[in-house]
């Protein structure tokens, strides 16, 4: 949890946490009016009507910055344009009053999701006084409770519909992602008074929302969409100075209660809910000017393209939203436990929902007794098993389809919007490495083929336990430890996302995406004895990782370990953990392989531009053979080893051969370990990089006393 959350309680007396204060309210100067005016008008870009720049100077509240933007100087504005077909479309970018975007052109991403919702009438484009098109439109009712008929049902439907209502996200974080509108004179054929607004052609669900949070006025949900319906309803003919009087007056009573009595629930309602970001469309570059059908095609392509912005959100960031959303999604259509929920928030549990949530745990391995959260590797482990469980696994897809506009949700997509989840305990502290790990669980995270496809559940036993399972071949142990060490090495940067130019940093000797090589390390006995050091090690309060590339200052390091799990030794430390370790530990005779094949490479470059190696790089290479030519040995002695059991019912001879054969062998390895023993190099001078405070292992030189 971040250090900057606050907790609010809500009307019902429960705790709510949200992640930073909200900002007060802007409360634009009515100078700015005429000088926002004055820039529409003056800019070459921007092609609307009178009436039409009135409406957009009314809906915008942060005027300052709306002006700078709108200002055209030496050939150069701030407006944001984008191409829709063949048309040329510049959008004005800034904070508008929640209420003045109220008339809804469709919503594209629910599409026919909104049973019983009308169709509005046809749109159609707009010529000035001198016949040129201009980059608004126009709509015709019958009447005007006709229109105001259509809002209040597009409302209503809006938010009965589970994945469009973010009324939850929007009190939490407010409204993130703009909304986006054209300006339209809505007529009518009994003689009333035209109207000109801000219709919404993307970000109906994101308005309807916001007016939901604004307006809530009693447990029962239905009445409270009744009552943003209204409103909304009501917003679509009030003019509009008179609704920018009624906003300053709400801001002003909503800022001073905030300096007043601090963050109360009303007061996070207004601030969060009462603005929303807006990309509006000024002006248009057209392709024929005599087709009126332009600009609405224009619209229907702007719809299906990607939102941009001149401060653009972040992927992790939308899918951190995405998967919030998801999650209550779950927990709406009752895939998931309401205990589940409070875990994805990390808050303290009860006894009650650590049982459903651990079932069977001993509580002090899961949680923290001084919090009463879950531990949070633990935590991760029941996110990954939840999420993965085929049932919800299939509609988390679903929603996150619709909510994105995107047409598949690939496996490692999906570990993308997982990761987010898992990391909100540990953000705040390891900056450095946070937008890496995310990096890697876009590329899979810990999802392998066995997390998704294969039967299992989280063991909660302690790291030693379940080593010793997955070495008696249970899956569920193995899948388990493989999320927990995963976890952490993604959250310090160690185990990073394959990419073109992975090959040689850090030792990387071959190419593997994080999913494909954690299955591989965590079904070996060499990567399950390095994951107790890693799980052991974990500390989600600290920055951790290897000290090397983008993680350099760190906190803490792991240890590397032999085949045995003890630490490997350099000089008078231990050797730290790095990414090329894991390779070589999940695939040693492969690792060697690519390692040869990095070297082979790096001579033929040395040969091409006519560099002779020094001795120190011979010398160097020569430590490279060796190491390799013991690992492999290594290998080899335990295929031979798995044999042993066949003979003699299976194998006519025994894996190692004669006596003389063993002998030979032995006497070998015992020459080169006494060869290296008499060429021992000096102690390093160096400082440890690593102290294992559980192991306190006997130097060399103290051995050799022995």
């Known amino acids: ?41 003056a800019n070459p870009n921007i092609n609307l009507t009178g009436a039409a720049i009135d409406t957009a100077v009314g809906m915008f509240i942060d005027l300052p910055k709306v002006i700078r933007i709108a200002t055209h100087q030496s050939g150069i504005d701030g407006l944001s344009s984008q191409y829709a077909g063949s048309t040329h479309l510049f959008m004005l970018e800034g904070e508008a009053d929640a209420e003045a975007p109220s008339y809804p052109l469709g919503n594209p991403r629910l599409g026919d999701l909104l049973h019983g919702v009308p169709k509005g009438p046809r749109i159609t484009g707009v010529r000035d006084e001198d016949g040129c098109l201009q980059a608004q439109l126009v709509v015709e009712f019958d009447s005007v ?25 929007i009190l939490g974080h407010g409204v993130m992602t703009p909304v986006e509108a054209v300006l339209v004179e809505v007529r009518f054929a009994d003689g009333s008074p035209s109207l000109h607004v801000a219709a919404l052609y993307d970000g109906t669900s994101r308005v309807t929302s916001a007016a939901l949070v604004r307006y809530r006025e009693s447990t029962d949900p239905a009445q409270n969409v009744a009552r943003a319906a209204q409103e909304l309803r009501r917003a679509l003919t009030t003019p509009s100075r008179k609704r920018r009087a009624a906003y300053l007056k709400e801001a002003e009573a909503a800022n001073l209660a905030y300096v007043r009595d601090g963050l109360t629930m009303p007061v996070l309602r207004q601030l969060q809910a009462r603005r929303v970001p807006v990309r509006l469309i000024v002006g248009a570059q057209f392709s024929d000017e005599n087709n009126l059908a332009e600009l609405p095609a224009a619209i229907t392509a702007a719809q299906s393209t990607r939102h941009i912005s001149v401060n653009p ?173 995963g976890t952490a090495l993604l959250a310090d940067g160690i185990l990073t996302r394959d990419r073109g130019s992975k090959i040689g940093e850090d030792g990387v000797t071959y190419r593997a995406t994080p999913p494909v090589l954690l299955a591989s390390w965590a079904d070996t006995r060499h990567g399950r004895l390095q994951a107790i050091r890693i799980v052991r090690g974990f500390n989600p309060t600290r920055a951790g990782g290897s000290g090397t590339g983008r993680a350099i200052k760190v906190d803490y390091t792991y240890p590397l370990v032999d085949e045995k799990g003890d630490p490997v030794r350099s000089g008078e430390s231990h050797r730290v953990l790095i990414e090329g370790d894991l390779f070589d530990q999940a695939n040693p005779e492969k690792a060697a392989e690519g390692r040869e094949e990095i070297n082979e490479a790096q001579r033929k470059r040395d040969a091409q531009k006519g560099h002779k190696p020094s001795r120190e790089q011979l010398n160097e290479q020569r430590r490279f053979m060796i190491v390799e030519n013991i690992g492999r040995a290594g290998t080899t002695v335990q295929q031979l080893e798995a044999e042993i059991p066949d003979y003699p019912s299976k194998l006519s001879e025994h894996p190692f051969g004669k006596r003389a054969d063993w002998q030979l062998m032995r006497k070998r390895i015992n020459d080169l370990g006494e060869s290296l023993i008499t060429v021992m190099p000096p102690a390093d001078p160096e400082p440890p990089l690593f102290d294992d405070p559980e192991e306190k292992e006997e130097t060399p030189e103290q051995e050799e006393e022995k």
Do not use: C
């Not at 597009?154 to 938010?159: E, F, H, K, Q």
């Open 1 to 41: 949890m971040s250090p900057h959350a606050r907790t609010v309680v809500t009307e019902d007396g429960t705790e709510m946490q949200i992640e930073r204060d909200p900002r007060p309210l802007p409360l634009p100067d009515s100078k700015d009016l005429s000088a926002l005016k004055r820039s529409l008008r």
């Open 145 to 169: 409770a006709d229109a105001e008929s259509l809002v209040e049902s597009t409302v209503r439907g809006t938010l009965q519909d589970p994945g469009a209502n973010y009324s939850d996200s």
């Open 313 to 485: 959100w972040r992927e992790a960031a939308k899918d951190t939203v995405t998967a919030q959303r998801t999650v209550l999604h779950l927990r709406q259509a009752d895939q998931v436990a309401e205990s589940f929920v409070h875990l994805i928030e990390d808050r303290p549990l009860d006894d009650k929902q650590v049982e459903e949530l651990f079932p069977g745990a001993d509580p002090e391995l899961v949680t923290d007794p001084a919090t009463g959260r879950a531990r949070p590797l633990w935590r991760a482990a029941v996110i990954v098993h939840t999420l993965t469980d085929p049932e919800v696994h299939k509609e988390a897809k679903r929603f996150i389809r619709s909510d994105q506009g995107i047409a598949m949700v690939h496996p490692h997509r999906y570990a993308g919007f997982v990761g987010v989840l898992v990391d909100l305990p540990w953000r705040w502290a390891k900056p450095q490495t946070t937008d890496t790990a995310r990096n890697a669980w876009r590329n899979g995270g810990v999802l392998s083929d066995g997390i998704l496809k294969d039967d299992w559940e989280p063991l909660f036993e302690s790291i030693e336990e379940l080593v010793r399972l997955a070495d008696d071949g249970n899956v569920s142990a193995r899948l388990t430890l493989q999320v927990l060490a």
